[in-house]
């Protein structure tokens, strides 16, 4: 029996609605990384192989989950059977068992145990209201933990601005190829609090992505229904002292895998685009992230404090 992985042709129409207090020119002059964990730094400074991704660069190309990134990384690749079932794959070094790419969102770890074989069982995280993804190749246990054999990829998310009053709304109509008319609303607003030295940020995400993928016993299987929601505080008592909290809930479910079969189990050849199940293989997928980091400029050096709670529950 062949199994064959397509990815599906997707037409996005967006509209965006924003305020702002500032507004910057549309220049690129260089891109901070925080990858050596000294701090933020310019790319060109780290002294070992990092790429980046743009918050602009995501809006541009439209981009919802890693489904839509690892192409524009060298080396970066993926095994995909379906929302939350990943297995992420760079510089061709993949194995069995635990993965071989830690993940982190902020400070917060948040790598797979890869319970099943299959695709890894990865988590998904939806790419809303994102400053930048950095990927880090190359062996990082030392900096970055066990898991991190073939490298990192860190999630940055925007964190909340002490000066800036900001508001921004984006929805759109998402048609997929062989599956269906879907929508996406993201929002997103931040709010100074006191005299520049608190601000509240909040953003909210929701999915309805249509599968293109049948089987015996319903059509678009891989569909992709997503909502997320994330909120954080940011407090800076004096010029040298930061203190962050956060904390986020992201719950995805699909009817069956991304696969399709040339042919089912008796060896007959099916239609394109079906898969061979004949059982129901829907995955629900739920994610709670709490986290505290408290940040203090020693002006030698930059002193981190991180306390996390990660909790993931997939059926």
Avoid at 103 to 108: F, G, K, P
Avoid at 115 to 127: E, F, S, T, Y
Avoid at 153 to 176: C, F, G, H, M, S
Wanted: net charge negative.
């Amino acid at each position: 029996m062949k199994c064959t992985r397509i990815l599906p042709l997707s037409l996005l129409f967006a509209v965006t609605l924003s305020v702002s207090a500032n507004v910057a020119a549309d220049v690129l002059e260089e891109v901070i990384v925080t990858a050596s964990k000294r701090g933020a730094q310019n790319l060109q400074e780290i002294p070992f192989s990092v790429q980046a991704l743009s918050e602009d660069q995501l809006a541009e190309i439209g981009a919802v989950d890693f489904d839509d990134i690892f192409r524009f990384v060298p080396g970066l690749s993926v095994f995909d059977q379906g929302p939350g079932d990943k297995r992420y794959i760079l510089r061709g070094i993949n194995s069995t068992g635990a993965g071989t790419i830690g993940l982190y969102l902020d400070e917060v770890v948040i790598t797979g145990e890869n319970a099943q074989d299959g695709g890894g069982r990865q988590p998904d995280v939806k790419l809303f209201d994102i400053e930048r993804i950095e990927v880090l190749k190359g062996p990082q246990g030392t900096t970055f933990g066990s898991s991190s054999l073939s490298g990192a990829i860190r999630y940055i998310i925007n964190k909340p601005q002490l000066d800036e009053t900001e508001a921004t709304v984006r929805v759109a109509l998402r048609d997929t190829h062989k599956g269906g008319l879907g929508e996406e609303f993201e929002g997103s607003f931040n709010l100074p609090i006191g005299e520049s030295r608190a601000a509240l940020r909040a953003a909210v995400y929701y999915l309805d992505d249509e599968g293109y993928i049948d089987n015996i016993l319903d059509d678009g299987v891989n569909n992709d229904e997503s909502f997320a929601g994330r909120l954080s505080l940011a407090f800076a008592p004096t010029d040298q002292l930061n203190i962050s909290l956060m904390a986020m809930y992201q719950e995805t479910e699909t009817d069956g895998p991304s696969y399709y079969n040339a042919v089912d189990y008796t060896g007959a050849p099916l239609p394109a685009l079906n898969s061979a199940d004949v059982t129901v293989a829907d995955f629900e997928d739920e994610i709670d992230i709490f986290n505290a980091t408290v940040e203090y400029d020693a002006g030698f050096g930059l002193f981190t404090g991180t306390a996390s709670f990660y909790s993931r529950d997939s059926v």
